[in-house]
């Protein structure tokens, strides 16, 4: 079953813009870990935040996560034409690697 | 270099047929995993394994069959009792146990089509 929902289901912006991408999720969650896809190609993994952190940063990436609300989102600052891609939030239960996809966020950014 | 090959990219099948995706990985990983994607939609999980000789059934596992006879092979089977098989397949791999860090390695997909 999808337990985690993104919104928006697509964004459009320009170059040098800020990007953000939610994720819901239902139940409660060991992980929450960050995807990123280009068009027809496999998955790559970006971030991972554990349900005892609150941010994570990485590069131009901020990853929170609000247990509370069962939600996280994912920030790209300074967004490049290359970051156009759909990006998925993942959530891993007591099992690792048994994780369960959300539909995703497709990102343009124009240059 | 280390990673995840899937063959054939492209695949097309007739109804009534079986066809047999390949996954291989050089990357020393114990678990391995095969997911469903359709177009606009997330990743479903239909077989996982964690060690040789023995996988479990995920979500959308009717129709699919696996096999996990060496650590570095994991090949899923669609079967003609697959009622809508046309979808992009992906395998993925990850550590186990104390060494895990939760983090999947996807290959790059097997996209089959049933004409």
């Known amino acids: 079953s999808q337990q985690g929902e993104e919104d928006p289901q697509a964004l459009s912006i320009q170059e040098g813009e800020n990007a953000t991408m939610n994720c819901s999720y239902k139940?409660?969650?060991?992980?929450l870990q960050w995807y990123r896809q280009n068009s027809g190609r496999g998955l790559v993994h970006l971030i991972l935040?554990?349900?005892?952190?609150r941010e994570k940063h990485s590069g131009r990436l901020r990853v929170t996560l609000d247990t509370s609300k069962k939600s996280s989102s994912l920030l790209i600052t300074a967004s490049r034409a290359a970051d156009t891609a759909s990006y998925f939030c993942?959530?891993?239960?007591?099992?690792?690697?048994?994780?369960?996809f959300g539909q995703g966020t497709i990102l343009t950014v124009h240059p | 270099d280390g990673g995840i090959t899937q063959s054939p990219k492209y695949l097309f099948r007739k109804e009534g047929q079986n066809v047999t995706l390949s996954c291989e990985q050089n990357?020393?990983?114990?678990?391995m995993y095969w997911y469903r994607q359709d177009p606009g939609q997330g990743l479903r999980l239909i077989y996982y394994?964690?060690?040789?000789?023995?996988?479990q059934k995920g979500d959308i596992a009717e129709g699919y069959s696996v096999s996990r006879e060496k650590k570095e092979s994991f090949p899923l089977t669609v079967t003609s009792a697959q009622k809508n098989p046309t979808a992009f397949y992906l395998c993925?791999?990850?550590?186990?146990?104390?060494?895990?860090?939760?983090?999947?390695?996807f290959g790059e997909g097997s996209r089959l089509t049933v004409l």
């Open positions: 990357l020393n990983h114990d678990a």
């Open positions: 993942a959530t891993g239960g007591t099992s690792y690697g048994k994780l369960t």
């Open positions: 139940t409660s969650i060991n992980n």
């Open positions: 394994s964690q060690i040789v000789n023995d996988f």
């Open positions: 993925a791999s990850s550590r186990r146990g104390s060494q895990n860090t939760g983090e999947l390695f």
């Open positions: 935040i554990r349900s005892n952190e």
